[in-house]
């Protein structure tokens, strides 16, 4: 524990204070899984102007955003124990949400991509409690930051030898509010900004290479 402090030292806050957040956390993600699947229910040209012009209904439905939230949940919890306990009850409160509607509601059961949901929701109390670490001190702090970066590069551009395009306008309005979450002084975010592109290009390249085999 003692090198994890010195990496970033835990923020200890009255627990109605934790209950408090905690529950706010789980009700935004309730509020937002029913969001995204009503959108998902409503045919586009339904959806009021703005809407279907910023194509939230797509937005919603892809990984970009999410990843999104629960690095901001993560980074701006107190405590790494605080960030896993968080993050995990929004996915709980998110995915349950969703597939709540689903069923009830859509009427259908789409049991193999509910799992993939599922199995993300378990896991993503781990990779929170690593997340929270990104705004440290030091070279893990700036490797954990610049996997992040790879993260939401992913969905925002499509970057190769010859290429560099932007995938997602909205992806890229994410992409750029990381920067501004991350940022902690001009050199170690210009440190995070190009190791998480070079990651994202060999990421990109070797997917490449795979598919040429």
């Known amino acids: 524990m003692k090198i994890l402090n010195e990496i970033r030292r835990p923020i200890n806050l009255p627990l109605s204070k934790k209950l ?24 586009s040209n339904l959806l009021p102007h703005f809407l ?11 990984i970009g955003v999410w990843i999104f939230l629960a690095v901001l949940i993560s980074v701006y919890s107190k405590s790494p124990v605080r960030s896993a306990i968080n993050v995990f009850l929004f996915f709980v409160g998110m995915v349950g949400s969703y597939y709540l509607y689903t069923i009830r509601i859509a009427g259908f ?41 790879m993260l939401v590069s992913r969905p925002a551009f ?3 030898v010859w290429y560099f395009y932007i995938k997602y306008k909205l992806e890229l309005l994410l992409w750029i509010a990381m920067i501004f979450i991350l940022y902690q002084s001009p050199k170690q975010i210009i440190k995070v900004v190009t190791i998480g592109f070079i990651l994202s290009f060999l990421i990109a390249e070797t997917n490449l290479f795979w598919r040429m085999l």
């Open 20 to 43: 408090l957040y905690t529950a706010s956390i789980f009700v935004m993600g309730v509020i937002l899984g029913v969001i995204s699947k009503a959108l998902d229910e409503t045919a």
């Open 158 to 160: 499509g970057l190769g």
């Open 52 to 62: 279907e012009v910023l194509d939230l209904r797509n937005f919603l439905s892809r």
């Open 109 to 149: 059961f789409p049991k193999s991509y509910m799992m993939i949901w599922v199995i993300m929701t378990v896991v993503s109390p781990f990779l929170a409690f690593i997340c929270w670490y990104a705004k440290g001190k030091g070279t893990i702090a700036i490797s954990i930051s610049s996997l992040i970066f």
